[in-house]
Nanobody, 124 residues
């Protein structure tokens, strides 16, 4: 069983950086792909970034964050990070970490395990 817990959210200004962490307190990630999704108030949850269990492949980003966000993972620490740079008010949302056995999936319905999320608010 994978058990995820996010942290690192907060209130920042436009242009700032923030790093989110997702710790897995359950079984090791192993061959699970890990991803970040986000959901703003009144909107659907959307894909942000994913990396497959082979970390050198199957890494994808949403167009809206490409070049600004970086997903990374350390299996020894059982942790996934999302480094966010040059944040804009459009990045304001609740950010969720998730895991799936479907390699590199960007589809929310493929994800079996979810954290509780962490709020990121970017002021202009």
């Amino acid at each position: 069983q994978v058990q995820l817990a996010e942290s690192g959210g907060g209130l920042v200004q436009a242009g700032d950086s923030l790093r989110l962490s997702c710790v897995n307190s359950g079984r090791t990630f192993g061959t699970y792909s890990t991803a970040w999704f986000r959901q703003d108030s009144g909107k659907q949850r959307e894909f942000v970034a994913v990396n497959g269990w082979r970390r050198d492949t199957m890494t994808y980003y949403a167009d809206s964050v490409k070049g600004r966000f970086t997903i990374s993972r350390d299996d020894d620490k059982n942790t996934v990070w999302l480094q966010m740079r040059n944040l804009t008010p459009g990045d304001t949302a609740y950010y969720y970490c998730a895991a799936t056995q479907k390699v590199g999936s960007r589809w929310i319905d493929d994800y079996e395990y979810w954290g509780q999320g962490t709020q990121v608010t970017v002021s202009s």
